[in-house]
């Protein structure tokens, strides 16, 4: 069998990780990459990615040449968390007959917060043959698949609790400046206002995952407020320095309410000076199952692998737009990817 051919589309801080791991795995080619960043375009993906050679791929920002010229089995997108922005770039993929993994928060599981696009993908996907899946660390692993999984051991659920606490020191600096790290409480709110801090994209959509997994019909799924995070002593990042009183990061909770009691609550919190980072999941029931993972896993260092994993399942996989539920017990490729397929 033929390398898998796999094409970048957004060759951002994320896309830039994964180009890398793919570069350095077997059975696997980069055919061809797209951004629209005009610092990029026009330049070859070594180049781009800051390594010291030329790959001899250059990125472009008109799709549709790429993938008629490189053919690519998989397109790798990683552009933007809301599905108004992706929805049309991921249509561009499918037309072309060429699967699509995107770390797209809110295409994790559409199906519950927009239910038209996810049928109109879908259809779209069975059309042109083609499997879209989106996926990341959280949402799409640690908040949702893995819980699905911990509830394969229970005979009866009351209720799931799941929590992400994480250092943000140990995380870039975008993502750093994304939870407000450093504001005053005042500027923090003024952010949250003009929708400059948005909070954590993807806790409804593993709320609706975890529910449809487990064939349970929610009355509503409640998104709380974002909370700053205010630091009680001084903290710092290797670009941040936080001191006691301002805001140190964010927390958010949400919860899936079913018959009028809490069954599904969520609560993810990223700021800097974390002493304890971990991901826990409490299930309530027969047997009652506690997990803890510690420290948490690592963002970036996690979304790469679960992208990357997800190629040879999304490749082998039916056609139509697919959640981390309905694929196959995830799980790490790191031998030749042909032979994972
Ligand atoms: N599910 C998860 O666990 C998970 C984990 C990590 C990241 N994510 C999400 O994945 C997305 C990408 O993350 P990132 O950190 O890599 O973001 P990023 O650094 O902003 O990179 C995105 C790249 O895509 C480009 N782009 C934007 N719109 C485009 C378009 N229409 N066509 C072609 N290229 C386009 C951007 O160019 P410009 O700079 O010119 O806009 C940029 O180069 C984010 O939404 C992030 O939240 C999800």
């Not at 570069?23 to 797209?34: D, P, R």
């Not at 800051?50 to 552009?79: E, F, Q």
């Not at 079913?258 to 000076?273: C, N, P, S, T």
């Amino acid at each position: 069998m033929d390398e898998v051919k796999v094409a970048l589309y957004g060759v951002g801080a994320v896309g830039s990780l994964i180009a890398k791991s793919l570069l350095e795995k077997k059975g696997v080619k980069i055919v061809g990459a797209i951004d629209a960043a005009k610092e990029k375009v026009g330049k070859d993906l070594g180049e781009v990615l800051g390594l010291n050679r030329k790959i001899g791929i250059t990125i472009s920002s008109d799709v549709d040449v790429v993938l008629s010229k490189t053919k690519p089995d998989i397109a790798i997108h990683a552009t933007s968390s809301y599905l108004k922005d992706t929805y049309p770039q991921i249509v561009s993929i499918v037309k072309h007959g060429v699967n699509v993994i995107s770390t797209c928060e809110e295409l994790s599981y559409p199906y519950y917060s927009e239910p038209k696009i996810a049928k109109e993908l879908d259809r779209l996907a069975k059309k042109h043959d083609v499997t879209v899946l989106g996926t990341g660390i959280n949402p799409g692993f640690l908040m949702d698949t893995l819980v699905i999984t911990l509830t394969a051991a229970c005979q009866k659920i009351e209720k799931i609790e799941a929590a992400r606490v994480m250092d943000a020191a140990t995380r870039r600096l975008p993502f750093q400046r994304k939870i407000g790290a450093g504001l005053t409480v005042e500027e923090f709110k003024q952010k949250i206002e003009k929708r400059e801090i948005t909070g954590h994209v993807g806790l409804e959509q593993s709320i609706a995952m975890i529910a449809a997994a487990l064939a349970w019909k929610l009355d509503e799924i409640r998104i709380d407020p974002v909370e700053p995070v205010i630091a009680k002593e001084p903290a710092e990042s290797e670009f941040i320095k936080v001191d006691a009183g301002k805001v140190a990061g964010l927390r958010q909770t949400a919860r899936g309410i079913r018959k009028g009691k809490e069954v599904i609550v969520l609560d993810f919190q990223a700021y800097i000076g974390a002493k304890e980072e971990y991901d826990a999941i409490t299930i309530t029931g027969v047997p009652t199952i506690k997990q803890r993972i510690q420290p948490c896993v690592h963002g970036d260092a996690g979304t790469v692998a679960i992208i990357v994993n997800s190629i040879p399942k999304v490749l082998k996989a039916s056609a139509g737009l697919l959640t981390m539920k309905d694929l196959p017990v995830p799980s790490a490729v790191t031998e030749d990817m042909r032979k994972y397929i």
